[in-house]
């Protein structure tokens, strides 16, 4: 970054804390008073009082402040990516949300150019969904016309707290011109509404209709998502007419915890020494991450990125053992079901020493059913264990520890938790499954990114 940019940041900083506040009542009753883009007016009279000579400057620094913030970036890095990689990035992560959105709101505010002013109302509006306010998200989409905020108002509906995912996805639908963040945007929603195969069915559609955007961001979700189902087996619905035969394998033991179903399968269901390779795998390619689950946030790495020794385990896993056993228990009659299948499998890593990643508050998964297979012996720490809450209007809950080998299966809505790792460190293997509604849901994938190429 060029210094005088710098100290034109700092110099935009600094006189917009001086004069801000002044006008923020007036700027408020506006907005009440008035419609959208009624403050317009508003901001051209600040501008023109408070910041004369900077004024055109504004947006731009704010903006770019806002976003940097907002990516957790340096401003040198920031100034040196193009404005499309600046929005993505901001998009991407953040490390400061609070001050990103502070930054944003204020040069939204200031700005003088209706597109600019949508789109940093829009950023804005992504911002405070990561902050957890999905209303403030919303009043800032308010803020601009419906085609430039519709993802972020899309995103905002679907925040958990709304659980509007119904009218989050039909956003989405109006913006599905928008290209891959619509669609990927879509298939968020759908998976919100529990509907993983509508959702997949919408990864792939982006996937073909797609190539809008490029490199890091929308585009290469939507291939990852199909990647991933092409990963895991199976790729069509498992034969559900063997369940029986393949259970009659496995002695079990029933960990209750009523009304729900929650299944803890006798030691040992998977090879030991299996295990400790999943482990060892994830241990050795250390690219863990703590974003790939939004609401409750995991330190996980996807097995699809842990190579084909371990994604060909966790499929042997699956085929023989996993899906026949979370079928059986899911469903009293497996023949009348159409199959399971993984949304996701990844190995999650409790560790003693880290204050984020000790435990895991209580939250439901985003599937039908779930489940978790211990991958190291219990003797290897101390507290942890996969925690069932017994009712809504008590504490009181149940542990299901689990030993190197076993399995939990129990049903995604219900509310669990993973106690602290008090000593060492605890990795389990977490699965996703949803149940296919048809076959077909499979075969949308592109030719291009068959398993034979
Ligand atoms: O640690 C566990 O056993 C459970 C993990 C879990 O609930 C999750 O990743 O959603
Ligand atoms: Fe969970």
């Known amino acids: 970054m060029d210094d005088d940019l710098l100290v034109l940041l700092c110099g935009v900083t600094s006189l917009s804390c001086d004069d801000d506040d002044d006008d923020e009542s007036e700027h408020a009753t506006a907005r009440r008073q008035s419609p959208s883009w009624r403050c317009r007016a508003l901001r051209a009279r600040r501008r023109a009082c408070a910041v004369p000579r900077v004024a055109k400057r504004v947006p731009f620094a704010r903006r770019l402040r806002g976003e940097h913030l907002a990516a957790g970036m340096t401003l040198t890095t920031c100034a040196a990516l193009s404005a499309d990689a600046r929005s993505r990035a901001q998009l991407e992560d953040t490390n400061n ?14 700005c003088d150019d209706d597109d600019e002013a949508a789109r940093l109302f829009a950023a804005l509006a992504l911002c405070e969904i990561r902050l957890g306010a999905p209303r403030r998200a919303l009043a800032a989409c308010d803020e601009a016309p419906c085609e430039t905020a519709a993802i972020a108002r899309a995103r905002a509906t679907a925040h958990s707290t709304l659980l509007e995912f119904d009218r989050a996805a039909r956003w989405c639908e109006r913006a599905i011109h928008l290209g891959d963040k619509a669609h990927y945007a879509l298939g968020v929603c759908h998976l919100g509404r529990l509907d993983h195969a509508a959702a997949y069915r919408a990864f792939a ?6 190539g809008t955007s490029s490199v890091l961001d929308d585009a290469r979700r939507l291939e990852t ?3 991933k189902r092409l990963s895991y087996y199976p790729r069509v619905a498992p034969d559900l007419d063997t369940v029986a035969r393949k259970l009659a394998a496995y002695s ?22 299996e295990c400790d390779a999943l482990v060892a795998a994830a241990v050795d390619a250390d690219v863990w991450r703590s974003d790939r689950h939004g609401a409750h946030p995991t330190c996980d790495v996807a097995v699809v990125d842990l190579g084909a020794e371990a994604l060909a385990i966790v499929n042997r896993w699956l085929e023989h053992v996993l899906l026949p056993l979370a079928a059986a228990r899911a469903f009293q009659n497996a023949r ?35 489940m978790t297979v211990g991958l190291n012996p219990l003797a290897d720490y101390e507290g942890g264990g996969l925690w069932f809450e017994h009712h809504p209007d008590t504490s009181v809950g149940t ?27 605890r990795f389990v293997l977490a699965l996703f499954l949803y149940r296919t509604d048809n076959d077909g849901d499979h075969e949308e994938r592109p030719a291009a990114s068959s398993p034979a190429e």
């Open 225 to 227: 998502q199909l990647a």
């Open 252 to 273: 079990d033991t029933t960990a209750s915890c009523p009304p729900s179903f929650v299944f803890k399968t006798a030691p040992v269901l998977v090879d030991p020494r």
């Open 399 to 425: 542990v299901v520890p689990c030993d190197r080998g076993q399995a939990v299966v129990f049903a995604s809505s219900l509310r669990h938790a993973a106690l602290a790792v008090t000593q060492g460190q």
């Open 97 to 110: 949300p609070s001050r990103a959105a502070r930054e944003l709101r204020r040069a939204a505010r200031l």
């Open 205 to 210: 559609r982006g996937f073909l209709d797609g």
């Open 336 to 370: 009348t079901t159409r199959g399971l299948a993984v949304h996701d499998a990844f190995v999650v890593k409790y560790c003693a020493e880290s204050a984020a990643h000790a435990a895991l508050p209580i939250h439901q998964d985003q599937a039908l059913v779930s």
